[in-house]
């Protein structure tokens, strides 16, 4: 599988047969480059604006927006699971969805923009995670310190940190992934651009990946 980074929340996964799923697809406003992208499922943790811009997303693409099991190729599954935008149980911010992707025989989570740590239900309903993509900016999701808590529940056996300050929002009231890599003891870690991995060589792989955002 192939895991490419397009910045805040989006992602592009390939898996080994060809198959192409984009997560949170970002509007204009949000100020990196747009793209436009063949993909056979769209996923969408909530309705606003930089994370659901599914016209980006060229075919006819399956797309995940509310809760439940999906099947969205033979390979290919999504379970979505209801979550919250803030710490205040939507009140806030709203709704927002944990995306579990099963994909070559990987297990990934896409957080969104979830604002507090998971609660049992969610954490028995993720299972075991191969690859967590996390939010860590704070201010509209959780910040550095609930992030590192979130992975030390979750357990996961790669993280990719997502939905912080560049340069391409800058002007965004959120910070950048410092503070997450220090507590994740990896301050001095280089950017990737891009991850591959494979069932067989996950223990080969780093625990954090931060990956250059490449529209």
Request: charged content about 20%; glycine content about 8%.
């Amino acid at each position: 599988m192939l895991i490419l980074y397009h910045g805040h929340s989006e992602f592009l996964l390939e898996s080994a047969a060809g198959f192409s799923l984009l997560t949170d697809p970002y509007d204009a406003h949000v100020g990196y480059p747009m793209g436009e992208y063949p993909c056979g499922a769209v996923t969408v943790t909530h309705s606003h604006g930089d994370h659901s811009f599914t016209q980006k997303a060229l075919g006819a693409p399956a797309i995940v927006d509310s809760a439940g099991v999906w099947q969205v190729s033979p390979d290919v599954h999504v379970t979505a699971i209801p979550g919250w935008h803030d710490d205040a149980k939507g009140a806030k911010r709203g709704p927002n969805l944990l995306m579990k992707i099963e994909m070559d025989g990987l297990t990934l989570c896409h957080l969104g923009d979830l604002g507090c740590l998971p609660d049992p239900i969610q954490v028995r309903a993720l299972g075991k995670i191969d690859v967590l993509m996390i939010p860590v900016g704070g201010y509209f999701t959780m910040d550095a310190e609930t992030a590192k808590k979130t992975v030390d529940l979750l357990q996961p056996r790669i993280v990719i940190p997502m939905h912080y300050k560049t340069k391409a929002n800058a002007d965004w009231p959120i910070a950048g992934p410092e503070a997450f890599l220090r507590l994740m003891g990896a301050e001095n870690i280089s950017p990737m651009p891009l991850l591959r991995v494979t069932k067989e060589d996950l223990s080969e792989q780093p625990a954090l990946a931060l990956l250059e955002a490449k529209p």
